[in-house]
Structure formats: C-alpha cells, structure tokens
C-alpha cells in the first residue's frame, strides 16, 4: 500500500544554519513526490516536486529536496535558515501505477527557526 | 494572477444543520480536488473532477457528503446534517491538465473551517 512518512513532528533549527525536514514514502510504481508548505490560516503553497530526471530538484524560497530511490526518500533542505521559514511542512506522493487520482500526504512537520 | 478561492472562510454550523463550502478553481484547470484537513494533521483526499465529471469519490466519508461541479469550473461540496466530527477545514485544490493530473501542480484554495457545535 502506498504511504509516506514524516518522521519529525517537530524540527527546530537556528537561524542562519541548514535545516532539512525528512520524508520517505513507499508507493507503486515510479513516485511522483511533492512538497507543499502551510503558513497558520492558510492554505498550502506548492514549494517544488520529483517528476522524474536529476534528482535534486530546486524550488521556492529558496528550498530544494533530493530524491533518493535506494532509500525511498525526498528530504526537504535549505542551506540557510530563515524565522520566515517556520511553518507546517507537508510531503506528498502518488505512484505511476496507482489506480486512483489520490495524493497520500505525510502528517506534516513543524519547522520552527530561532532568532 | 487570482489564485483558487474558497468561500465561506469560515463556517458555523450547528449539528444536524446542512451547509455548502464554494470552490473557484484556476480558471482553465481542468482537474478539482476537495480535501479535509483535520488539525495538526495532512490533508486527506474526498473527491475529485475532471471538468464536470466526478471521477473519483472514493474519500468522501459518508453519504452525507456530495460535491458537483456542474459546468465544469465552480465546484460545491455539501455536507448534511452535519456532525461534530466533520469540523475540520475543507481545502480545494485545481490544476491545469487532465492527462496530466498525476503529475501536475496543485495549487491550494486557503481552506473553510467548519465548527459544528
């Protein structure tokens, strides 16, 4: 069955270091994985996603993840921490053989910066 | 450009009451989604369109849940009789293509929060 995981509830980091939030996922197929970001009282904005080719792919603000297909995983990086980057990050994928229209999503990880 | 909107932004209703959440797409977009967030947590998928057909309403927890979208653009989930366990905020989602649905970027509404008390 396919799933994704974000094992960090929580990630806390100091401004100005690099962060990285985790997800790693298990799908059918070949994964289409995507990372979205959720400001309080908000909807979610699209930041970046693997459809296929280089494995490390740029996005918004700043952020890129690298897929891995070995590990299974699509971890969020940024190589210099803002406060404006705290928010709920959400990871989400769907397999090239699922059947269905469904995005399976991670739980989200709280990213807080620290001045 | 404008952006998916929802409406109401907020919602109260009280259990038993029926209600209605408003959905403006991308203008274009051929593909719709509606999700329910639960606080804390990750959306979770009820249903989704192609255009005006309704191809995929497997998330859609009850029979009290129903959305359309009639013309093909502006959608509508509505939910009767509500429950205290159907607050949550309801978020749609468009994007662009329909082949390419799978790959495509969905672009986020801001959400409905429903309370039933």
């Known amino acids: 069955a396919q799933s994704v995981a974000q094992p960090e509830d929580q990630v806390n980091v100091a401004e100005g270091n690099p962060l990285t939030v985790k997800c790693t996922y298990s799908?059918?197929?070949?994964?289409?994985l995507f990372w979205y970001v959720q400001y309080p009282n908000r909807g979610l904005q699209f930041l970046l996603k693997?459809?296929?080719?280089d494995n490390l792919v740029k996005g918004s603000y700043g952020f890129e993840a690298e897929f891995n297909k070995s590990q299974t995983s699509f971890h969020l990086k940024k190589p210099s921490a803002l406060v404006s980057d705290s928010a709920l990050y959400f990871c989400?994928?769907?397999?090239?053989?699922?059947?269905?229209?469904?995005?399976?999503w991670g739980a989200g990880t709280k990213l807080i910066i620290k001045p | 450009g404008a952006g998916v909107s929802q409406s109401p932004r907020y919602k109260v209703a009280k259990r038993g009451q029926d209600v209605a959440l408003r959905c403006d797409p991308i203008?274009?977009?051929?593909?719709l989604f509606w999700y329910q967030q639960a606080l804390g947590q990750g959306p979770e998928f009820l249903t989704y369109?192609?255009?005006?057909?309704?191809?995929?309403k497997s998330g859609l927890p009850s029979d009290r849940f129903f959305a359309e979208r009639p013309e093909g653009s502006v959608s509508t989930l509505k939910i009767q009789r509500t429950q205290q366990e159907d607050s949550a905020v309801y978020l749609c989602?468009?994007?662009?293509?329909?082949?390419?649905?799978?790959?495509?970027?969905?672009?986020f509404g801001p959400g409905t929060r429903l309370t039933v008390l």
């Open positions: 693997y459809i296929t080719g």
């Open positions: 799908v059918s197929g070949n994964p289409y």
């Open positions: 989602a468009s994007s662009l293509s329909s082949s390419g649905s799978f790959t495509d970027t969905q672009y």
């Open positions: 989400a994928v769907r397999g090239s053989m699922d059947s269905n229209y469904q995005l399976i």
């Open positions: 203008s274009g977009h051929v593909s």
């Open positions: 369109f192609q255009n005006e057909a309704q191809l995929d």
